[in-house]
């Protein structure tokens, strides 16, 4: 079993659709949960960091922290075909040196 | 965010011949550099950690022979290909961290192609 477990995907939504997108990983240690945008044949872009549980709301985008659960989660509201990429999720825990470790990615695709 | 510079965004190269990918922090002092290696439509594949100054770590099953880390500065790392084989080609990303940070800041990527 991997470390993060995210679907690949494709999720494929019509514009304007609230997206939503999630990992579930099993290191409790895990404290530190960011969410990266890689567009086709570039590097990936922070969207989102978060620290320990709760929600982060940045624009159309809210990022949902519960380490009870062991989940996170992006959601993405009123989703644009320019949203269209690849989200992968990343988190670390300070016991081991803050290395990421990469949820797969889920390839997104907003359809006009 | 902060700005990671990578260069160059392609290459294609020779088999044998060797490639310097370069990784440049614009705005900030990255403490710690990393260099991912990506397949298509795969994650990224964590190759080597290197800290300014020191050498770099690299991850099991990674030859520090064949893919040679600098990161001689608090802005530059490199990476260089030697003896480049077909089987090298593939998308090469670094990504930054400065001191006291978690997150960390990626460069555009680097396709290689060795023909």
């Known amino acids: 079993q991997k470390e993060v477990e995210q679907d690949p995907g494709p999720l494929s939504v019509p514009e304007g659709a609230i997206v939503s997108l999630n990992c579930t990983y099993s290191?409790?240690?895990?404290?530190?949960f960011m969410w990266y945008r890689q567009y086709s044949r570039k590097g990936p872009e922070l969207l989102m960091y978060t620290y320990s549980s709760g929600n982060k709301e940045d624009g159309r985008f809210t990022a949902q922290v519960d380490k009870s659960s062991k989940y996170i989660s992006l959601f993405i509201r009123d989703s644009q075909p320019s949203d269209s990429a690849t989200y992968l999720c990343a988190m670390s825990a300070r016991n081991a040196g803050n290395m990421l470790t990469f949820g797969g990615g889920t390839r997104l695709m907003v359809k006009p | 965010g902060a700005v990671v510079s990578q260069h160059p965004s392609r290459v294609i190269c020779k088999s044998g011949t060797s490639v310097k990918i370069e990784c440049r922090s614009l705005d900030f002092q990255a403490t710690t550099m990393f260099w991912y290696r990506q397949f298509p439509k795969q994650s990224l594949m964590l190759m080597a950690t290197s800290n300014e100054g020191s050498k770099a770590t690299y991850e099991q099953g990674v030859e520090k022979d064949k893919f040679l880390i600098n990161h001689a500065s608090l802005t530059l790392s490199t990476l260089t290909v030697t003896s480049a084989h077909p089987e090298d080609s593939s998308f090469y990303i670094c990504s930054a961290r400065f001191l006291g940070n978690t997150e960390a800041f990626f460069g555009q990527g680097t396709r290689l192609t060795v023909v």
């Open positions: 290191n409790s240690a895990f404290q530190y």
